[in-house]
């Protein structure tokens, strides 16, 4: 395979959950990878503009991510990612996310789309990574090589976001992400559990930058991958059941954690404008958070958020919480 030939991965929605294992494993069959810029202006409006109207802000901005990888890449790479944990799904819009991709821009280089259903089999996560090698190599064992390659990244990474690193775009030129330390760790600060699926929150223009916000108000912002997958099931054993969607259980796990287990000074649940599985979220979060007395807050983002009236926001919520505590 001649690694002249370019596969383009967007910066956005599972990206944020696969892309140490993705990077590793194209790299080593032999392929470029090109991720697409961190999202910005020219890439929310894209997004909005070869969209539906009624899709939700990140579906919005994966469609501009495309848009910006169009003219630069031999391959995009949209998997179908169905269930991921043998038990949830994905949000129907996942679901459909290569069709309606298809659907919506014009004159795409070839789109790698391969499902990954988790549901049916033991085995078929690395069938998944099986089947998208054959699109690229006869060589099985360098198939396999690959994939552990990959899962050897994305199991480093994971320990990284459990040791309160975040992902972020890296400002060096032979670098494209970065795990960089939260920060004020350890101090005496106001801890916020700060609750949103992981492409809103680690995506700095879709977040408008809530992590740094948080932490230049003298904040430590816990969010849901600092919880292990052991103490995240302790949590869900609240839930008489779960709910029907991978990222939503992700959410209202941690929470349920934040309230009972690891106590913190407040919560903030981050939803995106148009997300339907956040509207019953959002509510079960408030539920659980006035039943524990717990302070709450909804910040809802969508292309229109302003940088001012956040910070307004956060900055009032926060001032309060000081107050309360005697920090001020």
């Not at 779960?242 to 913190?264: G, T």
């Not at 148009?274 to 809802?300: I, N």
């Amino acid at each position: 395979m001649a690694e002249s030939i370019k596969i383009g991965i967007p910066r956005t929605l599972y990206f944020y959950t696969y892309f140490p294992l993705w990077t590793t494993f194209f790299e080593e069959l032999g392929l470029k990878v090109v991720i697409s810029s961190p999202t910005n202006k020219a890439i929310m409006d894209y997004g909005v503009k070869e969209t539906v109207n009624d899709a939700c802000i990140p579906i919005k901005v994966f469609h501009g991510h495309v848009m910006a990888l169009k003219n630069k890449v031999d391959y995009i790479f949209i998997p179908r990612l169905i269930s991921i944990d043998g038990k949830a799904t994905l949000c129907p819009k996942f679901l459909g996310l290569p069709d309606m991709v298809k659907c919506s821009i014009d004159n795409l280089p070839e789109l790698i789309v391969e499902n990954l259903n988790f549901n049916r089999h033991w085995f078929d996560f690395s069938r998944f990574y099986y089947r998208l090698g054959r699109k690229f190599t006869s060589n099985v064992w360098r198939i396999w090589w690959a994939y552990f390659k990959g899962l050897y990244a994305w199991k480093r990474y994971k320990k990284q976001l459990l040791k309160g690193l975040y992902p972020t775009s890296a400002e060096s030129q032979d670098r494209e992400i970065a795990m960089i330390p939260r920060r004020n760790q350890g101090c005496k600060s106001l801890k916020l559990a700060v609750l949103a699926y992981p492409y809103v929150l680690y995506d700095g223009f879709m977040s408008v930058n809530l992590i740094k916000k948080l932490e230049d108000m003298n904040v430590i912002p816990c969010v849901a991958d600092d919880i292990s997958p052991g103490d995240l099931k302790l949590a869900k054993r609240r839930l008489p059941l779960d709910l029907f969607w991978y990222y939503s259980n992700q959410v209202i796990w941690a929470c349920l954690h934040y309230l009972d287990k690891e106590k913190v000074d407040g919560i903030i649940h981050v939803t995106a404008f148009g997300c339907g599985p956040d509207a019953m979220v959002d509510k079960l979060v408030e539920l659980e958070a006035k039943k524990a007395g717990m302070p709450f807050m909804t910040v809802t983002i969508d292309e229109h958020t302003g940088d001012t009236g956040l910070h307004t926001r956060l900055e009032a919520f926060t001032d309060m919480l000081k107050k309360k505590k005697g920090l001020v």
